[in-house]
């Protein structure tokens, strides 16, 4: 009688189960092969380019090869334009007294040969406005061959003196910039921070009067509201804020007739309609500071 031992292991069958269990752990590990996704590939491979693309010509652009192209190509057509015929010949300026001709060429880039339709008249006319003496200018492209130039220059008027700094300025009060003020020391000189907008009214007043302007040393606005103004360096004549120009016509008929300014005078007030204020030196042997009646 044969007896089982429940604790007894089988060793075929536990090798069969082992072998098996060892057969589908080689199968596990190996590994399938990868597929190419051909659809994935045909997405990206047109994106690709395009990135490619779009990121050469943003590093033209911002490397300026299509602006230098352009300008190439530009530049060629007006040249084609130059050798038919369209080309700058003559150059003919209208109303230039203080500008120099060749200041005028050298501003605009005009020389002859120059393809005449290279000339932009608007940007020309902005060019030549920004020089001292052009007050207004026009620029016409007469073709085939001409370039006609028209100028308003300004007019010195008056020297302005502020914080101890000489300028010129023209007939509307502007500074006429770079121009060196000693070439005009001829002109009437006036002074006061607000003094050069002004000016013109006082210089038609005194110019109104020529023995008289002829005498003037300069003119100095009071409070912008009249005008001090000095004669010979050394008499100090009181202008009135309304109507002045009667007032110097008064002065100036007074100087006739009794030669006022040749005496020791250093202020004359004109400021009182009724009267005139003469105010003498110390020393003087002027009688009277002031007279009534006509000589007012």
Request: charged share 30%.
């Amino acid at each position: 009688m044969r007896f089982l031992n429940p604790f007894a292991r089988n060793t075929k069958k536990t090798k069969a189960a082992g072998g098996k269990r060892g057969k589908r752990g080689k199968r596990s590990q190996r590994r399938a092969p990868a597929r190419i996704s051909w659809r994935l590939v045909r997405r990206l491979v047109p994106a690709g380019a395009a990135v490619a693309v779009v990121g050469g010509v943003v590093w033209l652009w911002q490397d300026g090869w299509f602006g230098r192209q352009a300008d190439a190509l530009q530049a060629a057509a007006l040249q084609g334009t130059a050798d038919i015929g369209l080309r700058v010949e003559d150059v003919l300026i209208e109303g230039r007294n203080r500008t120099a001709g060749d200041v005028i060429l050298a501003r605009l880039g005009l020389e002859r040969g120059l393809p005449i339709l290279s000339v932009d008249p608007q940007q020309a006319k902005e060019a030549l406005e920004a020089l001292p003496w052009v007050q207004q200018a026009s620029v016409q492209r007469q073709l085939p061959d001409t370039v006609y130039i028209r100028l308003q220059e300004r007019e010195p008027m008056a020297l302005w003196q502020e914080r101890g700094k000489v300028t010129v300025i023209d007939r509307r009060g502007s500074v006429i910039q770079g121009i060196d003020p000693r070439r005009f020391a001829h002109l009437p000189l006036v002074v006061g921070p607000d003094a050069a907008s002004h000016a013109s009214k006082v210089i038609a007043v005194m110019n109104s009067e020529p023995e008289l302007r002829e005498r003037v040393t300069s003119a100095v606005l009071v409070a912008g509201r009249r005008w001090n103004v000095q004669i010979e360096g050394r008499i100090d004549v009181r202008l009135p804020e309304d109507d002045a120009a009667a007032a110097w016509a008064q002065l100036a008929e007074i100087e006739r007739r009794q030669g006022l300014l040749s005496r020791d005078v250093v202020v004359i007030d004109l400021r009182l309609p009724d009267r005139l204020v003469v105010r003498t030196s110390p020393d003087s042997d002027l009688e009277g500071s002031a007279e009534e009646g006509e000589n007012t």
